[in-house]
């Protein structure tokens, strides 16, 4: 299949909503709705390239019951109802393609319960990773899911989140133990329990992680916590080619290294990254790592992977061991989508990524590099790459469509690539908006007809983020 299968804007027809609705809104919750265009407008963008109407009206949902009541008075009425937490998403997950109402949940942001001796903690949904993280310190637990925006527990669990640390931690998939969640009717369902494992019936928790609030609105969250490494060090290592970079991963991976984070940025990027975030780092190719263990353990692991990346020319081998040096490090590589951003005022970034087996790696990344460098569109690339995972960010002129149109043509070539060398067309973004087609590609027309058929079973009105994943007809 070699014809396009997305539209970097298309149009969108979005349902009416009656006057008695927003009426019936206004009414039960008072302060908490809006239907200012400034807090539509907000709420009508998240970080992708989609220009779309915002929704006709807000609610700032405070509990679960008010998720409940918004949910049964847009089911009366068949209105679109869209999850809302920080905005962070990349690939259209929260913009009303058909109109309704944006369901803010960023005020439902408690701890509920920490419970240190199961290493678990259940909070709500507009928790954010880095508020998380402050709340459990004092047990000696941390939260590892870390996918470089502070988004809320609620979207990550929604989009099946991974991040820096998934190499060794897993992703939300792996750690989300339990939900609670509204359901297209508005009736208030838990999933899963605090146990870490169970045989009871369907797994709805694992159907429910990941399926981008089209069959059910999330208003709690039960997580995996894990101790706080005894010792921790960040490194940085630069290499003249990419290659040897991939290969260095490569390598660190097949041979079992428990390495905690293994990020790779292209000479591009770190300048771009050294512009941003003021820093000196050697512009070449990049592998910023972290390991995590006993203070014998990281000193066995740093010294592994020094001797692999060694043996493919690594050099300029740099230790960051203080909480402050690792801290500016990670932030530096966080900001690389801002530093892209920065580099070329007035730009929007065209985002994408793709996950293929580690030994497929090196195909992957250095293709699709070497297309970014000869479209002449400027870009920048970063991977979780020891699982596997990478990101390219095409930074476009948004007033050029012929610059969007070879954005989006790199965009195809590397997620084709990436199916074709066994992987997947998203790693951690989602389908969202921007992959649909890609995701009929990958599963085949029968798995996406199974996936309409649990969505038409859980949302027969199909009033739960609409317009996402997957088209109904």
């Not at 990349?90 to 290493?119: F, K, P, T, W, Y």
């Not at 940025?265 to 050697?282: E, F, G, I, Y």
């Not at 190719?285 to 353990?297: C, K, N, T």
């Not at 997620?415 to 590609?441: P, S």
């Amino acid at each position: 299949m070699n014809s396009p299968v997305t539209n970097l804007q298309p149009t969108f027809t979005p349902r009416p909503v009656p006057v008695a609705l927003l009426e019936a809104l206004k009414t039960r919750f008072g302060v908490q709705f809006s239907s200012a265009q400034a807090v539509r407008e907000q709420h009508g963008r998240d970080e992708s390239a989609f220009t779309v109407p915002p929704p006709q009206a807000v609610v700032f949902a405070q509990s679960t019951q008010d998720v409940s009541d918004v949910v049964k008075l847009a089911a009366q009425y068949q209105v679109p109802v869209i999850a809302f937490g920080v905005g962070s998403s990349l690939e259209g997950h929260l913009l009303a393609v058909q109109g309704g109402i944006s369901l803010d949940v960023s005020r439902m942001n408690q701890v509920l319960a920490i419970d240190a001796d199961d290493l678990t903690v259940t909070v709500q949904p507009g928790v954010t990773r880095t508020a998380l993280n402050v709340a459990v310190k004092s047990t000696g637990l941390f939260f590892p899911i870390d996918p470089g925006a502070d988004a809320s527990l609620g979207g990550m669990a929604a989009t099946r989140a991974s991040g820096t640390n998934a190499v060794r931690y897993g992703t939300m998939r792996e750690n989300v133990l339990a939900l609670e969640v509204v359901t297209a009717s508005g009736e208030v369902i838990r999933t899963g329990t605090r146990a870490k494992k169970s045989s009871a019936g369907y797994d709805l928790t694992r159907l429910l992680v990941g399926s981008e609030g089209t069959l059910g609105i999330i208003t709690a969250v039960t997580v995996k916590l894990y101790p706080l490494p005894e010792a921790v060090m960040a490194a940085t290592v630069s290499f003249d080619n990419l290659s040897d970079a991939v290969q260095t991963t490569m390598t660190i991976i097949q041979l079992g290294v428990p390495i905690a984070r293994c990020e790779l940025l292209d000479a591009t990027t770190v300048r771009l990254v050294n512009v941003h975030s003021k820093l000196t780092l050697p512009e070449a190719a990049l592998l910023l790592m972290e390991f995590h263990g006993s203070p014998a353990g990281v000193q066995e692991q740093v010294a592994t992977v020094q001797t692999i990346a060694a043996d493919n020319h690594g050099h300029a081998f740099a230790w960051a061991s203080t909480p402050e040096q690792r801290t500016r490090l990670w932030t530096a590589r966080h900001n690389a989508y801002f530093a892209g951003l920065q580099s070329r005022p007035g730009c929007k970034a065209i985002t994408t990524d793709a996950c293929v087996p580690i030994s497929s790696l090196a195909d992957a990344v250095l293709a699709s590099v070497d297309e970014a460098r000869m479209s002449g569109i400027p870009y920048f690339m970063v991977g979780h790459v020891g699982d596997g995972n990478f990101h390219m960010g095409y930074l476009i002129d948004p007033d050029q469509p012929e610059e969007r149109e070879r954005a989006e043509a790199l965009n195809q070539k590397l997620v084709r690539r990436a199916l074709e060398l066994g992987g997947t067309c998203t790693g951690e973004h989602g389908v969202g908006l921007h992959k649909m087609g890609f995701l009929l590609e990958e599963t085949g027309a029968g798995g996406v007809a199974m996936m309409r058929a649990i969505k038409h079973a859980l949302d027969p009105h199909n009033i739960l983020n609409p317009g996402k994943i997957f088209a109904i007809d």
